[in-house]
């Protein structure tokens, strides 16, 4: 099974500043043939269901913020928020849907410093 | 818009079982395996299994196979996680989620997930 690991488990910005936000597999998610990776972000604001943000590793969902943005290829993969505003206050997951198991990453809570 | 409308909060007894429904409205049922995801109180994200509408094939997590059976009802649009043996650790929100991966009764194929439900609280509690 694919392992997610997330890094940091916390992180404060201030608003304004970029957030960043680290994941690595335990094995490439990258589909060699299709050229693509095997990654998406959610956000999970208090209260709420999760919400996608970014598929393909680096593909933005509709309606989602261009400050938000998603890099990295094979095991290590970045989300990227270029600007923080008070409303990306929420938790982040990656999550790898190359194989089943689907795996989840632990999540990484992001706050206002 | 393509929507996912879970059954309301249950409390049940240590043992017991728990059906949870997710109505999914504005697309083709039959087209999108359905995952569910549970969350435990301030704990992160746990995949249980997904099914395929298409053909009723289910796929579980280890960790809850023998406790956990999803179902499709194609002529009502809807999928059922069942938990059995319930445990005071299985407290938590569980999630239907719609899989944005074209799937049919021959194929399977896992993308991203959109959109999830609302959520549904089971405690368990004596």
């Known amino acids: 099974d694919i392992v997610m690991t997330q890094s940091p488990d916390s992180l404060a910005v201030s608003l304004g500043e970029r957030a960043t936000i680290n994941c690595k597999s335990s094995?490439?998610?990258?589909?060699?043939?299709?050229?693509?990776?095997?990654l998406a972000w959610y956000q999970q604001k208090l209260g709420q269901p999760p919400k996608l943000l970014i598929y393909?590793?680096?593909t933005r969902a509709p309606a989602v913020p261009d400050r938000f943005s998603g890099s990295g290829s094979g095991t290590d993969f970045t989300l990227t928020i270029s600007s923080l505003q008070a409303e990306d206050v929420a938790v982040y997951y990656c999550?790898?849907?190359?194989?089943?198991?689907?795996?989840f990453g632990q999540g990484t809570k992001l706050e206002i410093k | 818009q393509v929507r996912l409308v879970q059954s309301g909060a249950e409390v049940k007894n240590p043992g017991a079982s728990v059906k949870v429904s997710c109505k999914a409205s504005?697309?083709?049922?039959?087209?999108?395996?359905i995952h569910w995801v549970r969350q435990a109180p301030g704990q992160g994200l746990e995949w249980m299994g997904w099914?395929?509408?298409?053909?009723?094939?289910?796929y579980y997590s280890q960790k809850f196979q023998g406790r956990v059976t999803l179902t499709s009802d194609t002529s009502a649009n809807t999928s059922y996680m069942q938990l059995s043996s319930l445990r005071s650790e299985d407290t938590a929100v569980y999630y239907c989620?719609?899989?944005?991966?074209?799937?049919?009764?021959?194929?399977?194929?896992?993308?991203?997930?959109?959109?999830w439900g609302q959520g549904t609280l089971v405690t368990v509690s004596s």
């Open positions: 504005e697309y083709t049922f039959t087209t999108y395996l």
């Open positions: 999550q790898q849907y190359y194989s089943s198991p689907p795996a």
């Open positions: 393909w590793a680096s």
């Open positions: 989620a719609r899989d944005r991966g074209i799937s049919t009764a021959d194929s399977t194929t896992l993308n991203w997930y959109a959109p």
């Open positions: 094995q490439s998610i990258l589909h060699s043939s299709k050229s693509e990776n095997y």
């Open positions: 099914i395929n509408p298409a053909n009723g094939h289910a």
